[in-house]
């Protein structure tokens, strides 16, 4: 069941991805070679509660870790640990926040020190599949065209892009409906409405689309070993267009 969120319960999910926005800006510091995936658990758990707000992601279905990373091959919902990351390496940070029972969710995927132009392409244009998906998500358009949106810009590039793996709904829960697959046909699919409410989150990789579940049971690799990015945000739909939730907004003086 798809749940339309007032104007004043969309605020409210602003609210808490300001926070998240917080963080990811914190975690854009904090990553370079030699920090490890444990510290910056600890650092981001630290910062979302000392604002009022809970990691979404910790104890979800016994994940153990306040955020999910991925490490090159990896895809998403990695376990943070003693893993040190290495110049060269691409890092995705996976995050959400509760703010006064509202979730917020998002995801970027970072460099660690200087990276190919292979990798940084990858990471150029797995984010703008993710702003060209955004800006459809208006009322009166449909599913596909996010999707299909998504899609295009990753097979231009000659990327696989993730099938298994989609975007959600998003509000008092963290997974809502409608799903949010990154590919589809333009034009078709669920009439969107102002109101919904979505998390959007392209996920490409240099080689196959194909991905396939690690040892831990918790994370996604590419089937050929090869790299993978992954951007998200929490978008409202409103009357005029998308509201992106988890863009970090300066303050007002």
């Known amino acids: 069941m798809i749940t339309l969120k007032s104007s004043e319960q969309i605020q409210l999910m602003y609210l808490s991805g300001q926070v998240l926005a917080q963080t990811h800006a914190k975690m854009r510091e904090l990553v370079r070679p030699g920090i490890t995936t444990a510290q910056l658990d600890r650092a981001a758990e630290d910062y979302i509660r000392a604002r009022g707000a809970i990691p979404s992601f910790k104890g979800f279905q016994g994940f153990p870790g306040s955020i999910c990373v991925a490490i090159n091959d990896e895809v998403v919902h990695g376990i943070p640990d003693d893993i040190t990351l290495q110049d060269g390496d ?88 409608p799903q949010v697959p990154n590919f589809g046909k333009a034009g078709r699919g669920l009439l969107l409405k102002a109101g919904m409410t979505l998390a959007i989150e392209p996920m490409f ?49």
């Open 90 to 177: 691409i890092i995705g940070l996976d995050i959400g926040t509760i703010l006064g029972g509202w979730h917020a969710d998002s995801a970027q995927t970072l460099p660690v020190g200087e990276i190919t132009s292979e990798a940084r392409k990858l990471l150029t244009i797995t984010e703008e599949a993710l702003w060209a998906g955004i800006g459809q998500a208006k009322p009166g358009n449909r599913l596909g065209d996010i999707s299909s949106s998504v899609e295009a810009v990753g097979k231009r590039a000659g990327y696989g892009v993730v099938r298994e793996l989609v975007g959600h709904g998003i509000g008092r829960q963290m997974h809502e409906d």
């Open 205 to 253: 990789n240099l080689g196959t689309s194909r991905v396939m579940l690690g040892p831990d049971n918790w994370t996604v690799k590419t089937a050929d070993g090869k790299l993978s990015a992954h951007f998200e945000h929490t978008v409202a739909i409103c009357e005029d267009g998308p509201k992106v939730l988890t863009i970090l907004q300066e303050a007002k003086s």
